[in-house]
């Protein structure tokens, strides 16, 4: 189990894969699996629009 960083509730890791993207399930925050070895979770980056650049 990790936890989320903003609310500190804890994230099951069960299945996922460092890099791949889940919701904590009090909070709603997007976070993205750091460290699956020892359980850590970061919040997503945020990508911005590129308008077609």
Not at 2 to 28: I, K
Not at 30 to 47: K, R, S
């Amino acid at each position: 189990m990790a936890h989320c960083p903003e609310c500190e509730a804890e994230v099951a890791l069960q299945g996922l894969m460092v890099g791949e993207v889940l919701f904590c399930p009090d909070c709603n925050a997007e976070l993205e699996v750091l460290n699956t070895e020892q359980p850590e979770v970061g919040l997503a980056p945020q990508v911005e629009e590129d308008w077609g650049e």
